[in-house]
């Protein structure tokens, strides 16, 4: 098979419920009315061979195994480290979401809570509960220096944002890297480097082999003493058990905790109850299904007129 035909169903793979898959397929629908987008559990074994294109949500690879002649994964999620995983192997072209929308809510999240870090609540929060009556010296946020891991779509919307407050900004990255009014790091070395000029250290990476436990022990303690962290992007890109340490340890101030090994954070887990931890249930930047309907939408159109996939991930880099 060559090009898609017009005719040609696109499977919708997710392992969401039923109403938000419902949802999803009704603002695909109506951004691509064209198209022919139905549940994968729907599809008949005819339909299941002619789909070339699956838009999916987090989907079980199971379902996408159903599919002989599937050649192209359009996520709506921005993190694909599981699609890398179980599509390593194959010769899928593989799409992640890319939204402006996205980068500006996230760049919004990491502004607000840099603020809350910033300004210091949690301390100011917990004088409250104490009925202590004592001012923080205040501190300029030119004086703050916010270092971002990951200097992507996301990264280098955050910087903007943080810029915009007048912090100072230093970013990291993989390959070397430019961004306005932004000092940048990247590999190995520019990373201990841009660790040791850090008050708030905001986690923005994908999640990879090379990402993986990379905020260990080691690079926690390269910090300067007092420095606090936010981790928007995954939570096994941090080793658990040197962040409950250092944290413990009073080596780092605070963490902003967004996303986690296991989600939802189960009761029991350290986190929910640590003094020095502010709990969030993944919630930094939901993708908009309007948004990335209209995107995802664009992307179909121009492979059905050119034949051209808007593939966006390296599977082997993994992301
Ligand atoms: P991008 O792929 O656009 O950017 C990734 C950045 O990380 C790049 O700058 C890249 O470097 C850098 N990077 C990757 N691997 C390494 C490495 N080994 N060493 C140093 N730098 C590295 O991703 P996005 O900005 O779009 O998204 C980042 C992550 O945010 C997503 O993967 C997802 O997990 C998470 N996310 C979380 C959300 C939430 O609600 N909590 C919502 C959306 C996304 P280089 O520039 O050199 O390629």
């Not at 169903?9 to 139905?38: C, D, H, K, T, Y």
């Not at 192997?89 to 500006?104: E, I, K, M």
């Not at 409250?128 to 300029?140: F, G, S």
Request: net charge neutral; proline share 7%; aromatic share 6%.
């Amino acid at each position: 098979m060559s090009a898609l035909t017009p005719i040609s169903p696109i499977a919708f793979v997710s392992q969401a419920g039923a109403s938000e898959v419902q949802q999803w397929i009704s603002a695909l629908q109506a951004a691509m009315p064209e198209e022919r987008i139905l549940p994968c559990e729907q599809l008949d074994a005819d339909q299941l061979a002619q789909c070339r294109v699956a838009i999916v949500a987090n989907p079980d690879p199971a379902q996408l195994k159903r599919m002989p002649n599937l050649l192209w994964v359009h996520s709506v999620w921005a993190g694909v480290e599981r699609l890398v995983a179980d599509l390593g192997q194959s010769d899928l072209q593989l799409t992640r979401l890319v939204d402006p929308r996205l980068a500006a809510t996230m760049a919004e999240a990491v502004l607000a809570w840099t603020l809350y870090l910033h300004r210091d609540m949690p301390l100011y929060a917990r004088r409250q509960r104490e009925h202590h009556w004592e001012a923080q010296p205040y501190v300029l946020p030119e004086q703050r220096r916010v270092s971002l891991l990951g200097l992507g779509a996301l990264g280098e919307a955050a910087a903007a944002a943080l810029r915009q407050a007048r912090f100072a900004v230093n970013g990291w990255s993989r390959s070397a890297r430019e961004a306005e009014g932004v000092q940048t790091f990247h590999g190995p070395a520019g990373l201990a480097q841009m660790l040791a000029q850090t008050d708030i250290l905001v986690c923005l990476l994908p999640l990879t082999a090379e990402t993986r436990g990379l905020i260990d022990a080691a690079h926690l303690a390269m910090l300067p003493p007092q420095a606090q962290l936010i981790n928007f992007a995954r939570g096994p890109i941090i080793d658990d058990a040197a962040l409950k340490a250092a944290l413990d340890a009073g080596q780092l101030r605070h963490a902003v905790l967004d996303v986690f090994a296991v989600e939802p954070l189960p009761p029991a887990a350290w986190p929910w109850s640590h003094p020095a931890v502010t709990v969030l249930p993944h919630c930094s930047a939901p993708t908009d299904r309007q948004t990335a309907s209209a995107i995802v939408a664009a992307n179909i159109r121009r492979y059905r007129h050119s034949g051209e996939i808007a593939a966006n991930v390296d599977l082997r880099r993994g992301y």
